[in-house]
């Protein structure tokens, strides 16, 4: 009912190659009678429409189709991946998850049931509207993670309209805006989706080689440790026509690099957010950071400098925050942009920016600087308070290979000040040796901070 259209496509495609799983082949004709074997093992748990489930899982044959038929049967979804762990049972408490379901690494189920009423106002809308819905959690990048909830029929309007059908590596996570875009995308559009079992380069060009992928969403962190591995010489990628980035600015050296690196690729960058989907976009070049907003369903307007989106796929409201819409509407990102006719560029958050002295300094710009320095595998900038200017730039920073501390400050402050203004050179340097990313490849600068 729900995903008849889908279905269409798993019909008129039933011998096409659906999803790459552990080295496995899954037809679609496999993963419609996969769904409808869920179907059935729903019906017969007394899974029904309005229950909230969790799916603790990737992007299995089983996980795909356990939650295509839970959104059949008008459930409310809330995926989870091993990379929420520790936050899990909070999680769960916040969404009053009735019923667990958990995909473990050989494919199977397991099915935990709570004897937790539904009592949130807008779980209780869903349920009066016999709609679906989906609750996505936010990464935390930027304070407390929040509890998105969507009716999953606002969503699907855009993936009606068929489009290219691509290979395509499913390297945003399964609890994640982008990761449940890429899956709906692929499978609207008769694609192939090839799963990996860890996100490190190795393993991910490995996989672009051998099934010949030909699109790989991800994120500028990503991109920069690929560089770094030199990977993009050791393995053959000539397949891949398009990188997709977001989740977080990109650094302009990063770009600079990739695009000078693998010329024939089209890169792309993209812009969603958990509350209101994912944007139509097109980059103005592939070395550019100028990008188009917008498409079907979405409209985007710019309130002193920050971007605002009202979308037909937006989310009903956060469970455990306020509501973040404008009274006539709109999403506040809470991302700062610049305006160059229909193009924006996105500066970062807001919340981010490091003001010393007045002066506004955004960190992806110096750390587009930084990881021009040979030395540097990655490096996160943050603010800290300061009582005479208000803030101070700091850095944290991991190395390639061991320095003395002393030198390498000295030289960072120097590469700076030849490229960057003085009150955006870092005061604070540290040395980390553990990585500057979390599971989702994106920087947390509050966690950087505390370390």
Known sequence: ????????????????????????????????????????????????????????????????????????????????????????NDFMKIAEVGVSLEVKATDEPRLTRF??????????????????????????????????????????NKFKVRRHARRAITFLLYDHIGGFNTMLYQLSNGGCIVTVQNRDPDTVLAAIEKYKVELLPTSPTFINLLLLSDGHRRYDLSSLQVVTYGTEPMPESTL???????????????????EVGILRSKSRSSDSLWVKLGGEGFQTRVVNGILQIKAESAMLGYLNAPSPFTADGWFNTGDKVEVDGEYFRILGRQSEIINVGGQKVYPAEVESVLQEMPDIAEVSVYGEKNAIVGEIVCAAVRLRKTRDARDFQRDLRQFCRQRLQEFQVPVRIKLVESA???????KNRRETAAI
């Not at 008129?12 to 074997?37: K, P």
């Not at 509207?129 to 930027?142: E, K, V, W, Y």
């Not at 500057?436 to 994106?442: P, Q, V």
């Open 115 to 156: 004897d937790r009423p539904t009592t949130h106002e807008i779980l209780l809308q869903l349920r009066r509207r016999a709609h679906p819905g989906l609750i996505l959690f936010s990464s935390g990048s930027t304070g407390e993670s929040k509890a998105a909830v969507h009716d999953i029929m606002g969503m699907l």
């Open 256 to 274: 600079r690099r990739f695009h000078s690196s693998l010329p024939h690729i089209n890169l792309q960058q993209t812009y969603g957010l958990s």
């Open 1 to 88: 009912m729900f995903l008849d259209f889908l279905f269409d496509v798993f019909r008129a495609n039933a011998g096409a190659e659906a999803v790459i799983w552990r080295d496995q082949s899954f037809s679609y004709g496999e993963l419609l009678a996969r769904t409808d074997h869920w179907r059935s093992y729903l019906r017969k748990n007394d899974v029904t429409s309005g229950t909230v489930a969790s799916i603790d899982a990737d992007f299995s044959p089983n996980a795909i189709a356990l939650m295509l038929a839970l959104i059949e049967a008008g459930c409310i979804v809330v995926p989870l991946t091993a990379s929420v762990a520790a936050k899990k």
């Open 436 to 442: 500057l990313h979390g599971e989702r490849f994106k």
